[in-house]
């Protein structure tokens, strides 16, 4: 579903992507972990083509973001993201935040988004929230409305950026719970986290990423039970107890 070759990517004269490849195959769940700054994100923004890259290919579900506007369109409106921060629109209602991307780029019969909305809402533990403006969920319910938000243009794959990283602790677990529903009904999912509980239970596979540059990749109990490379063990060493 997605096959990442040779890629590199500059930020002037910082190189924050260096020769990486990966790939991730359909119904897959895999986490990227490393420390901060090591391009996991940079990463996930590229294959969604937020940032531009500077050599290589990105390949998603069958379609090359080289291949210009079109294909670049075509792959966002199979992909989608969540990010750090909610990126709510606090003039509308959750049920409002969910439709309009529906209604307006997959041309959605605005009856038929509201019933998936309404449908997504359950799932994710809001339906009683549709009315409710953004600046009076908690940060975990507003993450929650911005995956329902992603699920509604139906992607093939999502793509989560440190979706917890902006949370209380104790509203982490209601997101990962979600998140955890998804990868049991076989969305394919790519996730950068520092949740090591979450990636150790709920992904096929985890890639270690630092400065740029994928080291490590293999599965959980692989890579981080026996990990092979000396700063893979290096960054495990600081971060599991």
């Known amino acids: 579903m997605i096959k990442v070759k040779g890629v590199n990517k500059w930020f002037g004269q910082q190189q924050v992507l260096s020769n990486v490849n990966l790939e991730v195959s359909e119904a897959e769940v895999v986490v990227v972990i490393g420390a901060s700054g090591s391009g996991k994100s940079t990463l996930l923004r590229c294959i969604n083509y937020l940032e531009p890259i500077q050599s290589g290919e990105i390949v998603v579900d069958g379609i090359s ?6 294909n670049i369109n075509q792959i966002r409106t199979e992909v989608g993201m969540v990010f750090q921060s909610f990126n709510l629109f606090p ?8 439709t309009v991307g529906p209604i ?6 605005p009856a038929k988004a509201k ?4 449908e997504l809402l359950a799932k994710v533990g809001l339906s009683d929230k549709a009315g409710a403006y953004p600046e009076s969920l908690s940060g975990g319910q507003k993450q929650r409305v911005a995956i329902a938000r992603s ?6 794959i999502m793509l989560f950026d440190e979706p917890t990283s902006a949370l209380d602790p104790e509203m982490i677990k209601e997101v990962l719970d979600v998140m955890t529903d998804l990868a049991k009904e076989g969305m394919t999912m790519m996730v950068v986290t520092h949740e090591i509980g979450f990636a150790r239970s709920v992904s096929d596979r985890i890639v270690f990423m630092d400065n740029g540059t994928v080291i490590e990749t293999g ?3 692989e890579l981080l039970d026996s990990p092979k490379e000396v700063r893979t063990k290096e960054f495990l060493s600081k971060i599991l107890v």
């Open 65 to 70: 973001i080289n291949g210009g506007t079109e």
């Open 91 to 98: 003039h509308m209602t959750v049920l409002d935040n969910i």
């Open 104 to 109: 307006h780029v997959r041309k959605v019969n």
């Open 115 to 118: 019933e998936i909305a309404l």
């Open 151 to 156: 699920l509604a243009m139906r992607p093939k």
């Open 219 to 221: 599965s959980p109990a």
